[in-house]
T-cell receptor
Framework: NAGVTQTPKFQVLKTGQSMTLQCAQD?????MYWYRQDPGMGLRLIYY???????DKGEVPNGYNVSRLNKREFSLRLESAAPSQTSVYFC??????????????FGEGSRLTVL | AQRVTQPEKLLSVFKGAPVELKCNYS??????LFWYVQYSRQRLQLLLR?????SIKGFTADLNKGETSFHLKKPFAQEEDSAMYYC???????????WGAGTKLIIKP
């Protein structure tokens, strides 16, 4: 049982380049999330997918797009990377389909640097 | 507005001393509160949630609705407790957790 797996773990981009962060979970969870973690700011929600086929904006969606490919996979795309997107990105999932969420299960994180 | 506040960015205590990490929240209703922990080079994981009323790794947290607080406590700190701690809140009608900014706990030998 791998849990939540995200790739790549590290990436360096130049301003304007695009890339996709991949996330997969094998726990049959309904809901999946993308967060960014910045020093002194905690975790900020970028996008989430409450269930397969739906996606919604979180607190900081600008500059990002997402795809819920199937129940297992939820990808995050940076179309034109900017230095402000330098951060550590976390994917998370939980089985809650509606309403308040309980325990989130996290991936190991992806450290992205935009030069 | 829903908000979680962790007033200390950094907390440093000696091994064996008591630890209290503060968490205050603002929420109109009955929230569910969580503490998550991130050890060095490990993924973020749930430490405890208020509804379970468990003690995990010697840590406890009591929800005080009058003071709108959910402070995390441990009577005797261990070096392995050094980590980043996040307090989070889940409301009744959304799919999101509201996170505090986190407190870095350092246990000095």
């Amino acid at each position: 049982n791998a849990g939540v797996t995200q790739t790549p773990k590290f990436q360096v981009l130049k301003t304007g380049q695009s890339m996709t962060l991949q996330c997969a979970q094998d726990m049959n969870h309904n809901s999946m999330y993308w967060y960014r973690q910045d020093p002194g700011m905690g975790l900020r929600l970028i996008y989430y997918s409450a269930s397969e086929g739906t996606t919604d904006k979180g607190e900081v969606p600008n500059g990002y797009n997402v795809s819920r490919l199937n129940k297992r996979e939820f990808s995050l795309r940076l179309e034109s990377a900017a230095p402000s997107q330098t951060s550590v990105y976390f994917c998370a999932s939980t089985w809650e389909g509606q309403g308040p969420i309980g325990e989130l299960f996290f991936g190991e994180g992806s450290r992205l640097t935009v030069l | 507005a829903q908000r979680v506040t962790q007033p200390e960015k950094l907390l440093s205590v000696f091994k064996g001393a008591p630890v209290e990490l503060k968490c205050n929240y603002s929420y109109s209703g009955s929230p569910e509160l969580f503490w998550y922990v991130q050890y060095s080079r490990q993924r973020l994981q749930l430490l405890l949630r208020h509804i379970s009323r468990e003690s995990i790794k010697g840590f406890t947290a009591d929800l005080n609705k009058g003071e709108t607080s959910f402070h995390l406590k441990k009577p005797f700190a261990q070096e392995e407790d050094s980590a980043m701690y996040y307090c989070a809140l889940s409301g009744k009608s959304n799919y999101q957790l509201i996170w505090g900014a986190g407190t870095k706990l350092i246990i000095k030998p």
